[in-house]
């Protein structure tokens, strides 16, 4: 199985701040992975997937990066609405999709 | 506009057994693979199984392989997950997502599955 480890668990940042968030797969994913927003008491929402393509709709200042097993998810400027939970996932694996464990973005 | 509605959720008792359904609407449903994707109460999001459009092609985590059985009904655009020896670690928000190209590019809501006695 493909093991996603993403980093950090959590961090506290401010509005107008550049966060980045952390992808690393056990083996080699060709770009397939997504990342989703998660607000609490709400279903998972697409941000961007195939490492760097933005989900239609989604702001700009969420951008994706990486190649081979390491990939980051950065968000430009911190807006209030952007405090949530980040995953992300890896479709390479046609029999088995696995997620990372989260990262919680607080105040 | 895709929308998906998961029902069948609910208390079960360990060993028990519940089906959950997801309805489909929005879009040509036999013409997307369809996943569930569960949540424990405060942990993360979990994959547990994909069904390919035609449904001919099935796929589960390890924590489930064996016990639960998804499945699908083109006619009537409807996703199934027939869970069965159900046991407390299951105990999680039940999503039903539309794959574009093998990501989950559209969730539902949830229904919540509580295992206990």
């Known amino acids: 199985d493909i093991q996603m480890t993403q980093s950090p668990s959590s961090l506290s940042a401010s509005v107008g701040d550049r966060v980045t968030i952390t992808c690393r797969a056990s083996q080699g994913i060709s770009n397939s992975l997504a990342w989703f927003q998660q607000k609490a008491g709400k279903a998972p929402k697409l941000l961007l997937y195939g490492a760097s393509r933005l989900e239609s709709g989604v702001p700009s200042r969420f951008s994706g990066s990486g190649f081979g097993t390491d990939y980051a998810l950065t968000i430009s400027s911190l807006q209030p609405e952007d405090f949530a939970t980040y995953y992300c996932?890896?479709?390479?694996?046609?029999?088995?999709?696995?997620f990372g464990q989260g990262t919680k973005v607080e105040i | 506009e895709v929308q998906l509605l998961e029902s069948g959720g609910g208390l079960v008792q360990p060993g028990g057994s519940l089906r959950l359904s997801c309805a489909a609407s929005g879009f040509t449903f036999s013409n997307y693979a369809m996943s569930w994707v569960r949540q424990a109460p405060g942990k993360g999001l979990e994959w547990v199984s994909v069904?390919?459009?035609?449904?001919?092609?099935?796929y589960y985590a390890d924590s489930v392989r064996g016990r639960f059985t998804i499945s699908r009904d083109n006619s009537k655009n409807t996703l199934y997950l027939l869970m069965n020896s159900l046991r407390a670690e299951d105990t999680a928000i039940y999503y039903c997502?539309?794959?574009?190209?093998?990501?989950?590019?559209?969730w539902g809501q949830g229904t919540l599955v509580t295992v206990s006695s």
């Open positions: 069904i390919s459009g035609g449904g001919g092609g099935t």
């Open positions: 996932q890896q479709y390479y694996s046609n029999v088995r999709r696995t």
């Open positions: 997502a539309q794959e574009v190209n093998a990501y989950c590019a559209y």
